[in-house]
């Protein structure tokens, strides 16, 4: 069962940012279904790797377009990708010298972080995009 299933309420009405959060999505659930069916070490590594620079990819996605349109609430978002990148950064190099390993603590937040982010910061950006014509 998935951890995170995504719906039209996580939907920022922008094709390319929605394929991106619902690929962000499907990389959180299977590092998730990894971790419960106890998969090695290396493979849950190079799931949390890939999602790690996936991450930076949509992120500037979305960093482009705020540069392009002007989105005054810019700076606040920026700081969320910043801490998320942080945070992310820190778990694996962690993880991947055996100092922690992946718990339901690190999931609960990957996926809180992710939806809280999408439903709540995203959602800021959303209407704004529309009114510039992107869709």
């Known amino acids: 069962m998935a951890l995170i299933k995504w719906d039209s309420s996580m939907s920022v009405n922008v094709a390319e940012i929605d394929r991106q959060h619902q690929k962000l999505i499907d990389m959180i659930n299977e590092l998730d279904d990894g971790m419960r069916q106890g998969k090695g070490k290396d493979k849950l590594a190079s799931i949390i790797g890939g999602l790690a620079s996936y991450a930076q990819v949509h992120f500037r996605t979305e960093e482009k377009y705020f540069q392009q349109f002007g989105y005054a609430e810019a700076?606040?978002?920026?700081r969320e990708h910043e801490d998320f990148t942080r945070k992310v950064s820190d778990f694996k190099a962690k993880f991947d010298s055996g100092k922690i390993g992946l718990s339901l603590e690190v999931m609960s937040f990957l996926s809180s972080w992710l939806q809280n982010h999408?439903?709540?910061s995203d959602m800021k950006y959303a209407g704004f995009f529309k009114e510039k014509g992107l869709s």
């Not at 700076?75 to 920026?78: D, F, G, S, T, Y």
Request: hydrophobic share 45%; glycine share 0%.
């Open 75 to 78: 700076p606040a978002h920026l």
């Open 118 to 120: 999408i439903k709540n």
